[in-house]
């Protein structure tokens, strides 16, 4: 497994930013980084899955006067354009739900905005 | 028929039950009808009677949702306070269930593969 | 009327997402030719489900490839492998529909009066077609990556929704709440799908279930489906989003909510007994499904007796219903593998959990339409404040009994019938379970004990003197769901044996599923 770290090293960075986003949707606190650690676990998804597609020597998957040799998946380069979609879509939502949050509360910190517990 | 479940030990007709609720119902009936023919409502009969007391206004007398079931709460006070301290309301907290809920249930998914 | 069924799945999700296209453009017109669209869209839809259901019962599952020449056409020139995205309705997702489509009439119904004089109705219109297009999508669809769009498009809709009352400070919290909790959960599945595609190359439901060998990377790809899925429907220790959230969102859309998370729970299920089947570890997962949903049935109830909102305390109390039917799925999953268990009780135990489904989107949301009435009679959800109210609001007040009375489990009601089929089957699995059962049960009457007489007896108060009964139309989508329950409570052998047992025997055989789109391979 060691020996061909540097042909999965884009896995081990898609992990990487997984736990980077997860780190930051724990520990911080302002609304803004919350938004942001979402938006980078859609980033590390993407990296993931735009990975799993690469062959070596692939070239890019249209039949059209193709060269020779491997092509690298389609289905997972769709897969990444529709996440992209969908996180611009989370992100304008969540982004414009933040405004509301700090005109009502006139604070961004997750604990001090809280209104509802127990 | 249309109204039973039954399989196994289980048998449950929803139909004989109301039978039976009316059957109760009608005893019910039977034994209102042996009480007092004499009620005249608006009179001193029908009002609140509080030992003589001034009886206050409707609202200060309404007794309020949150004072139900006092003694339950009292009685668990240690399982509420155990209890309610987790439910914070930050969306930190429930990133953090999640995480732990997923590594508890892989942690147990893998410790019983090794035992098998 | 034929070809109408043949295509009738695709119909079922198209028209939704149609009129919500069109709502906006008609509301500008005219206010009537818009209730009217949105209204005749979904009481089509129903029909077609409706036709639908009738259709999978009697002929089998019903496959649907988009963009093939001929709906069938799963796997073109004789290949081994399903191309295009198939939607495949067999009698579980029917099931799911036949709720979706009542619900979501009555959630439709009820919001004619309930947002009536409110600025931006286009909009609202607009996102609730959106998120009925978006469940019914998530229901019927037989591949994951689908699934997955399907689930992003209810909760980016129904996130909207539930932060709908700009004014109020908590409904953009729960909004917040409900769209990050969405957006990590969805997350979470893809990368599960990622996993899955990236060992077995394809991204359909059957074809994956034909392939899977149940090895480490698949094991971690159970472990994220099955956790996020849970969160999604609000199984304890992850279920803190949901009171804040169905207690401030308007009470329609909340009806609305309650059935994504149903749909959350059938692709919980889909992914246990269908995507894995019977390879998977069903002692390990089952018990791990069953530990989640005692802690919902307890904790959720223990919760919900303190609260003195009443929405809230209407939320915590979805909590424990939730750990009802998880507590049935776990037991059914438990004993999939053991052949004489499973008929003798494991069958009746997913029964009961798939009848407690429907049971469960009909008596919460009568019980949050009526809560709703209410809160729009008198402003306020607290009980504190409460009082007095049964005199003027008589028909809110009996409807508010019916409802809690199904979901405590008292006879004759419909929660009576699928409680005691999941009392007596979990009970042969391990008695502790039916016990603990029923005494959350005994406390959830005495939660809706406490709501009824905090809001309805007792002297009428000064201060609601003059408030009137709930509007016309608002009483009339709560009967509609009030008929609904003491129908299914009076012939629950017409529902079990109709649509219950075909769900549940769907569920427990993966070869049909996998046949449907693979062709039956011997």
């Known amino acids: 497994m060691m020996e061909?770290?540097?042909?999965?090293?884009?896995?081990?960075?898609?992990?990487?930013?997984?736990?980077?986003?997860?780190?930051?949707?724990?520990?911080?606190?302002?609304?803004?980084?919350i938004v942001m650690g979402i938006a980078i676990l859609s980033s590390s998804v993407n990296l993931f899955l735009v990975t799993l597609g690469y062959r070596a020597g692939g070239v890019a998957p249209i039949y059209t006067e193709a060269p020779e040799g491997p092509m690298v998946l389609p289905v997972v380069q769709a897969l990444t354009l529709t996440n992209i979609v969908i996180a611009v879509a989370t992100s304008a939502l969540i982004l414009s739900l933040v405004i509301r949050i700090y005109r009502h509360t006139g604070t961004l910190d997750s604990e001090k905005s809280r209104r509802m517990k127990g | 028929?249309?109204?039973?479940?039954?399989?196994?030990?289980?048998?449950?007709?929803?139909?004989?039950?109301?039978?039976?609720?009316?059957?109760?119902?009608?005893?019910?009936?039977?034994?209102?009808?042996?009480?007092?023919?004499?009620?005249?409502?608006?009179?001193?009969?029908?009002?609140?009677?509080?030992?003589?007391?001034?009886?206050?206004?409707?609202?200060?007398?309404?007794?309020?949702?949150?004072?139900?079931?006092?003694?339950?709460?009292e009685t668990l006070k240690e399982y509420y306070g155990g209890?309610?301290?987790?439910?914070?309301?930050?969306?930190?907290?429930?990133?953090?269930?999640?995480?732990?809920?997923?590594?508890?249930?892989?942690?147990?998914?893998?410790?019983?593969?090794?035992?098998? | 009327m034929a070809t109408l069924i043949e295509h009738s799945s695709i119909l079922i999700i198209a028209i939704p997402l149609l009129a919500a296209f069109l709502t906006p453009l008609i509301g500008m017109a005219s206010k009537k030719a818009r209730n009217v669209l949105v209204m005749a869209?979904?009481?089509?839809?129903?029909?077609?489900?409706?036709?639908?259901?009738?259709?999978?019962?009697?002929?089998?599952?019903?496959?649907?490839?988009?963009?093939?020449?001929?709906?069938?056409?799963?796997?073109?020139?004789?290949?081994?492998?399903?191309?295009?995205?198939?939607?495949?309705?067999?009698?579980?997702?029917?099931?799911?529909?036949i709720t979706v489509a009542l619900?979501?009439?009555?959630?439709?119904?009820?919001?004619?009066?309930?947002?009536?004089?409110?600025?931006?109705?286009?909009?609202?219109?607009?996102?609730?077609?959106?998120?009925?297009?978006?469940?019914?999508?998530?229901?019927?669809?037989?591949?994951?990556?689908?699934?997955?769009?399907?689930?992003?498009?209810?909760?980016?809709?129904?996130?909207?929704?539930?932060?709908?009352?700009?004014?109020?400070?908590?409904?953009?919290?729960?909004?917040?709440?409900?769209?990050?909790?969405?957006?990590?959960?969805?997350?979470?599945?893809?990368?599960?799908?990622?996993?899955?595609?990236?060992?077995?190359?394809?991204?359909?439901?059957?074809?994956?279930?034909?392939?899977?060998?149940?090895?480490?990377?698949?094991?971690?790809?159970?472990?994220?489906?099955?956790?996020?899925?849970?969160?999604?429907?609000?199984?304890?220790?992850?279920?803190?989003?949901?009171?804040?959230?169905?207690?401030?969102?308007?009470?329609?859309?909340?009806?609305?909510?309650?059935?994504?998370?149903?749909?959350?729970?059938?692709?919980?299920?889909?992914?246990?007994?269908?995507?894995?089947?019977?390879?998977?570890?069903?002692?390990?997962?089952?018990?791990?499904?069953?530990?989640i949903g005692i802690l919902s049935m307890f904790i959720g109830v223990t919760m919900a007796v303190r609260q003195t909102d009443i929405t809230r305390l209407i939320a915590y109390n979805c909590v424990c219903e939730s750990g009802f039917m998880l507590v049935g799925l776990g037991v059914g999953l438990a004993v999939l593998a053991n052949p004489e268990a499973l008929a003798a009780y494991g069958i009746t135990a997913i029964?009961?959990?798939?009848?407690?489904?429907?049971?469960?989107?009909?008596?919460?949301?009568?019980?949050?339409?009526?809560?709703?009435?209410?809160?729009?009679?008198?402003?306020?959800?607290?009980?504190?404040?409460?009082?007095?109210?049964?005199?003027?609001?008589?028909?809110?007040?009996?409807?508010?009994?019916?409802?809690?009375?199904?979901?405590?489990?008292?006879?004759?009601f419909n929660g009576f019938a699928s409680k005691i089929l999941i009392y007596q089957s979990v009970y042969q699995f391990n008695p502790i379970l039916t016990i603990i059962g029923i005494l959350v049960s005994i406390i959830t009457l005495a939660v809706f004990m406490k709501a009824f007489f905090a809001a309805f007896t007792g002297a009428s108060l000064p201060q609601y003197k003059g408030t009137k009964e709930a509007p016309k139309t608002m009483i009339a989508a709560m009967t509609i769901l009030a008929v609904i329950i003491i129908f299914f409570g009076l012939f629950p052998g017409l529902i079990l044996d109709g649509i219950v047992r075909p769900a549940a025997d769907a569920l427990v055989d993966q070869s049909p599923y996998i046949n449907a789109i693979m062709g039956a391979i011997p």
């Not at chain 2, 042996?34 to 001193?44: I, L, M, P, S």
């Not at chain 3, 049971?359 to 949050?368: D, K, S, T, V, W």
């Open chain 3, 351 to 412: 029964s009961g959990a798939i009848f407690h489904m429907i049971n469960h989107a009909l008596f919460e949301g009568l019980l949050f339409l009526a809560a709703g009435a209410i809160f729009y009679r008198i402003g306020t959800r607290d009980l504190n404040q409460m009082g007095g109210l049964g005199h003027t609001m008589k028909f809110t007040a009996i409807l508010f009994l019916l409802g809690a009375l199904a979901s405590s489990g008292i006879p004759p």
């Open chain 3, 41 to 97: 869209s979904l009481a089509f839809v129903a029909l077609l489900v409706f036709a639908l259901a009738r259709d999978v019962i009697l002929n089998g599952i019903h496959v649907y490839t988009l963009g093939a020449a001929s709906p069938g056409l799963t796997t073109p020139g004789g290949g081994v492998a399903p191309v295009r995205i198939i939607l495949e309705v067999d009698a579980i997702s029917i099931f799911m529909g």
């Open chain 2, 1 to 73: 028929m249309t109204s039973i479940i039954e399989s196994g030990y289980e048998f449950w007709n929803p139909i004989i039950w109301l039978i039976a609720f009316a059957v109760v119902m009608v005893i019910v009936y039977f034994f209102r009808r042996q009480g007092q023919e004499k009620y005249k409502k608006g009179e001193a009969q029908a009002q609140i009677f509080l030992c003589g007391e001034e009886v206050p206004e409707a609202e200060q007398r309404q007794v309020r949702g949150g004072n139900a079931y006092w003694g339950f709460f």
């Open chain 3, 103 to 291: 619900v979501s009439l009555v959630a439709a119904i009820y919001s004619l009066s309930a947002m009536k004089g409110e600025t931006g109705q286009n909009r609202f219109y607009t996102l609730l077609l959106l998120m009925v297009g978006g469940i019914f999508g998530m229901v019927f669809t037989g591949d994951l990556f689908n699934l997955f769009v399907f689930l992003e498009i209810t909760s980016i809709s129904g996130a909207a929704l539930i932060a709908f009352r700009t004014r109020s400070a908590d409904s953009q919290e729960g909004g917040f709440k409900y769209i990050v909790v969405s957006a990590v959960a969805s997350l979470m599945v893809l990368f599960a799908i990622g996993l899955l595609y990236a060992q077995y190359n394809s991204l359909n439901i059957g074809a994956l279930a034909a392939a899977m060998q149940y090895t480490m990377l698949d094991k971690i790809a159970l472990v994220i489906l099955i956790s996020a899925f849970a969160m999604k429907l609000g199984g304890v220790p992850m279920h803190m989003w949901l009171s804040d959230t169905y207690s401030v969102a308007p009470v329609s859309i909340t009806v609305l909510l309650i059935t994504a998370s149903q749909a959350s729970m059938y692709a919980l299920t889909r992914t246990c007994f269908t995507l894995y089947g019977v390879t998977l570890d069903s002692a390990a997962v089952g018990w791990i499904i069953i530990a």
């Open chain 2, 83 to 116: 209890i309610i301290r987790p439910h914070t309301g930050i969306v930190n907290d429930y990133v953090i269930w999640f995480i732990a809920v997923m590594a508890v249930s892989a942690v147990v998914l893998f410790i019983v593969e090794l035992a098998k």
């Open chain 1, 4 to 33: 061909n770290l540097p042909g999965n090293f884009p896995f081990v960075a898609a992990v990487l930013l997984m736990g980077v986003a997860l780190y930051i949707l724990i520990f911080r606190r302002n609304l803004i980084k």
